[in-house]
């Protein structure tokens, strides 16, 4: 029933193992579904152009651990072959623990692991490092074999297959030194596949690689989907009808257009996000900054996810009416809903990686400069009421941004975040129409704020078209701070 694809840490190869098979089958002719532990948004995206089918990711923190077997069991029984890239080292979870974990999400399914071991500078102590892993439990873990990344030659190949056949541990193959394995990165993980220029001729030279380095005979029934069960119900419809505080109304007239901002800056989005509005009743409609884009007509609801604006801040700030339409949206109290990169468009101004400020929409009181890293799983706990939070109410997200707000004009106090190794501390934004944070929420994991949103959006009239929605000279209005604003 399909298998998991850990490491001993990050940097091993799990990606590269998961993207050389993926090529391979899609080669074949056959659908491999794709799925990746944990809250990534980079990896998925190469997994899913790659295999041809939506990554999904497996994150029990964030979605809980029903969700992630409905998921798994649902995308997986639709293909033809499945596949779990882990996260991070097979044991890493939330904190010094394994909760949340790559062993954790395989003990949870009953995956077998595959472990990818980087073994550059290793020979017979390659047997003690994968004895430690394939024995170290809990969570349990079977060991299905090993591949092994980055072997310089025959003999040292010869060598590390004696070490793990001392331990009775299969090796199914080996990553060679090899050009098309070599993925740029920068500071939030590797790059998008729209900036893999050679992607299509990696693709072929990754099929190529499985077909000459792995052991397929041993691998392709690892790969082995579940079987499809009788009266399974899609998890988006299983996640609205368990989690919703009340059925949704009855829409008359068609979807409402929600626009979501979508480029080269904001790309950072769980695909269960659009499908979820989709099921309230509203349809989710790309917008771009970055090409300086009015609001779609009849917008009802605006989505900033996150991604890379430190990277494109120049290009933001000269795209005054996209600017001006934010401003325009949120004076007129359109639904704005903001996350990690979204928040940083909302400020006064936005720095750039080398210093230099350029002005943003102004609608939040703050200017965002390159800091501290910031990563890791927040508990927050929601302290006023606003857009999409009640008092009291609990959600799981997680943080990873390098960029930090100074001059902050009094944070809005959305809700206190509690993780391990940082302290408590109040966090984001929020009014009736307004609701903007740091935190990356999975909505699977938390469905009553697409429902909430859709509610917003229905209460609400479509932002009326302005002369200066066709001007990108026109001056962009102030938002009125209102209360947490």
């Given at each position: 029933?399909a298998?998991l694809?850990?490491?001993p840490?990050s940097?091993?190869?799990?990606?590269?193992?998961s993207?050389?098979?993926?090529?391979w089958?899609?080669?074949q002719?056959?659908?491999l579904?794709?799925?990746k532990?944990?809250p990534?948004?980079?990896?998925?995206?190469l997994?899913?152009?790659?295999?041809?089918?939506?990554?999904?990711?497996l994150?029990?923190?964030?979605?809980?651990?029903e969700?992630?077997?409905?998921?798994?069991a649902?995308h997986?029984?639709?293909?033809?072959?499945?596949l779990?890239e882990?996260?991070?080292?097979?044991?890493d979870?939330r904190?010094?623990?394994?909760e949340?974990?790559?062993?954790?999400?395989?003990?949870q399914?009953?995956?077998?692991?595959v472990?990818v071991?980087?073994a550059s500078?290793?020979?017979?102590?390659?047997?003690?490092l994968?004895?430690?892993?394939?024995?170290?439990?809990?969570?349990?873990?079977?060991?299905?074999?090993?591949v092994?990344n980055?072997v310089?030659?025959e003999?040292?190949?010869?060598l590390?297959?004696e070490a793990?056949?001392?331990?009775a541990?299969?090796?199914?193959?080996?990553?060679?030194?090899?050009?098309?394995?070599?993925?740029?990165?920068?500071?939030l993980?590797?790059?998008p596949?729209?900036?893999?220029?050679?992607?299509?001729?990696?693709q072929?030279?990754?099929?190529?690689?499985?077909?000459?380095?792995?052991d397929?005979?041993?691998?392709?029934?690892?790969?082995?989907?579940?079987?499809?069960?009788?009266?399974?119900?899609n998890?988006?419809?299983?996640?609205?009808?368990?989690?919703?505080e009340?059925p949704?109304?009855e829409?008359?007239?068609?979807?409402l257009p929600?626009?979501?901002a979508?480029?080269a800056?904001?790309?950072?989005?769980?695909?269960?996000?659009?499908?979820?509005?989709?099921a309230?009743g509203l349809e989710?409609?790309?917008?771009?900054?970055?090409?300086?884009?009015?609001l779609?007509?009849g917008?009802r609801?605006?989505?900033?996810?996150?991604?890379?604006?430190?990277?494109?801040a120049?290009?933001?700030?000269a795209?005054?009416?996209s600017l001006?339409?934010l401003?325009?949206?949120?004076?007129a109290?359109?639904p704005?809903?903001?996350e990690?990169?979204?928040l940083?468009?909302l400020g006064?101004?936005?720095s750039?990686?080398?210093?230099?400020p350029?002005?943003?929409a102004?609608i939040?009181?703050f200017?965002?400069?390159?800091?501290?890293?910031?990563?890791g799983y927040?508990?927050a706990?929601?302290?006023?009421?606003?857009?999409?939070?009640?008092?009291?109410?609990?959600?799981?997200?997680?943080?990873?941004?390098r960029?930090?707000?100074?001059?902050?004009?009094?944070?809005?106090?959305?809700?206190?975040?509690?993780?391990?190794?940082?302290p408590t501390?109040?966090e984001?934004?929020?009014a009736?129409?307004?609701?903007?944070?740091w935190?990356h929420l999975?909505?699977?994991?938390?469905?009553?704020?697409p429902?909430?949103?859709?509610?917003a959006?229905?209460?609400?009239?479509?932002?009326?078209?302005s002369?200066?929605?066709s001007?990108?000279?026109?001056?962009?209005?102030?938002?009125?701070?209102?209360?947490?604003?």
């Amino acid at each position: 029933m399909a298998c998991l694809i850990a490491a001993p840490s990050s940097g091993s190869g799990k990606t590269l193992l998961s993207l050389c098979l993926a090529a391979w089958a899609r080669a074949q002719g056959r659908r491999l579904q794709p799925f990746k532990v944990g809250p990534d948004y980079l990896d998925p995206q190469l997994l899913s152009r790659v295999s041809g089918l939506t990554c999904r990711n497996l994150d029990p923190l964030l979605c809980g651990p029903e969700w992630l077997e409905r998921c798994f069991a649902w995308h997986s029984s639709r293909a033809d072959l499945a596949l779990v890239e882990g996260v991070m080292g097979l044991f890493d979870g939330r904190g010094p623990s394994s909760e949340g974990s790559s062993a954790a999400v395989a003990a949870q399914l009953e995956l077998p692991v595959v472990l990818v071991v980087e073994a550059s500078r290793q020979a017979g102590s390659l047997a003690a490092l994968v004895r430690g892993f394939r024995d170290h439990g809990p969570p349990p873990v079977h060991l299905a074999g090993v591949v092994l990344n980055q072997v310089g030659s025959e003999r040292h190949h010869a060598l590390l297959r004696e070490a793990l056949a001392s331990i009775a541990v299969p090796l199914l193959g080996v990553l060679p030194h090899h050009p098309s394995l070599e993925l740029p990165s920068r500071h939030l993980g590797l790059l998008p596949p729209g900036e893999l220029h050679d992607l299509e001729l990696r693709q072929e030279q990754w099929a190529e690689l499985a077909a000459r380095h792995l052991d397929l005979a041993r691998l392709e029934p690892l790969l082995a989907p579940p079987a499809r069960q009788a009266g399974a119900e899609n998890p988006i419809h299983w996640c609205l009808r368990a989690h919703l505080e009340a059925p949704l109304p009855e829409l008359g007239g068609g979807p409402l257009p929600v626009a979501i901002a979508s480029d080269a800056a904001f790309h950072f989005r769980y695909p269960e996000a659009g499908e979820l509005l989709a099921a309230v009743g509203l349809e989710p409609v790309p917008w771009s900054p970055l090409a300086d884009e009015a609001l779609p007509p009849g917008c009802r609801a605006v989505l900033l996810p996150g991604g890379y604006p430190e990277l494109h801040a120049a290009q933001l700030a000269a795209s005054r009416r996209s600017l001006g339409e934010l401003a325009r949206a949120a004076a007129a109290g359109l639904p704005l809903v903001a996350e990690c990169g979204g928040l940083l468009l909302l400020g006064s101004a936005l720095s750039d990686a080398e210093g230099r400020p350029h002005r943003m929409a102004g609608i939040l009181p703050f200017h965002a400069q390159k800091g501290a890293l910031s990563l890791g799983y927040r508990e927050a706990k929601a302290t006023t009421s606003g857009l999409l939070v009640r008092p009291g109410e609990r959600f799981c997200g997680h943080e990873f941004h390098r960029w930090q707000l100074e001059s902050v004009a009094g944070s809005g106090g959305l809700w206190q975040l509690e993780g391990w190794g940082t302290p408590t501390r109040s966090e984001g934004w929020t009014a009736p129409n307004v609701h903007a944070s740091w935190l990356h929420l999975h909505w699977a994991g938390c469905p009553v704020i697409p429902s909430r949103l859709a509610a917003a959006a229905r209460r609400g009239a479509p932002l009326p078209t302005s002369a200066a929605s066709s001007n990108p000279t026109s001056p962009s209005p102030r938002f009125s701070r209102s209360a947490g604003v």
